[in-house]
């Protein structure tokens, strides 16, 4: 760890980096010896790319493709995957100012959903937020970020009402579509739909918690674990996408499930 920290400070020298944060499941204590180390680069336009290149080759002894921000995407700001006796470590740019209007979205209810690759459910603006806020913080010269980390608490519950009341009525109408598909046997469109249901609940559950969804890796695990959730929440929801024959009967029965699955949790949610 001691090599992570001296890497945050050396990044937190280059032109534009405000602050270095350690993310993902190292930051929550929930890694695994060959879990990532993932540093969140919080910088302010112009980053200076030539410099984060050269530490880099540094770094590695080698040539790292260090991208340009926006380089992987909309929502994923860009950023190099880099490998160090054995050991991966990724940077991933976060704009700190876009953090911070996010933020105050997350303050009055609103929320959006970004296309994204590697992010099949969509990326929740909001999850920038709970980075940070589940973050530790490796190198802030100016204060600035652990500053900004402190003003993300506690979880708003303008966002929290958004989020469950949204899921009230979507999950019963996507589940509700999805039996169009079921009749002519779409099993496609049948698996988009439970998809999209149990991820909306696993955002209400989270929510309603108080509780920050990062992505979708391990969040119906962490769902499962929340106050609101029905015994048997995980097991439940990733039985929906078990294999299955692809009928009509077959389809439906599989709704069936997923319809009492989502009527249990939203009554949890509403008596909460």
């Not at 590697?118 to 806020?133: I, K, R």
């Not at 439970?194 to 909306?200: C, D, I, K, S």
Request: hydrophobic share 45%; aromatic share 6%.
């Amino acid at each position: 760890m001691a090599e992570i920290t001296a890497m945050a400070e050396r990044l937190a020298r280059v032109g534009g980096v405000v602050g270095v944060c350690l993310g993902g499941s190292r930051a929550r204590g929930t890694h695994r010896e060959d879990s990532d180390h993932d540093l969140g680069l919080y910088y302010r336009a112009p980053l200076d790319i030539g410099a984060l290149r050269g530490l880099a080759a540094e770094l590695t002894g080698g040539e790292v493709e260090v991208t340009e921000p926006g380089g992987w995407g909309p929502w994923v700001d860009g950023g190099a995957w880099l490998t160090l006796g054995g050991r991966r470590v990724d940077w991933i740019y976060r704009d700190v100012d876009r953090v911070r209007r996010i933020w105050a979205e997350c303050l009055a209810g609103r929320y959006e959903i970004g296309v994204q690759a590697g992010h099949p459910l969509g990326v929740y603006a909001h999850a920038y937020v709970g980075e940070l806020a589940l973050g530790r913080v490796l190198a802030d010269p100016s204060g600035e970020l652990r500053a900004l980390r402190e003003r993300l608490r506690p979880y708003p519950a303008p966002l929290r009402d958004a989020l469950v009341a949204d899921a009230r009525w979507e999950v019963p109408f996507t589940l509700a579509g999805a039996r169009k598909g079921a009749a002519r046997g779409d099993a496609f469109h049948v698996a988009g739909c439970l998809f999209r249901a149990v991820g909306l609940l696993v955002h209400a559950l989270h929510a309603h918690a108080g509780a920050w969804v990062i992505n979708e890796k391990g969040a119906v695990e962490e769902a499962a674990r929340l106050p609101a959730a029905p015994d048997g929440f995980a097991r439940r929801a990733h039985a929906l996408f078990a294999p299955a024959a692809t009928s009509p009967d077959a389809l439906h029965a599989t709704l069936d499930a997923a319809d009492h699955l989502a009527a249990e949790t939203l009554e949890a949610l509403a008596a909460g």
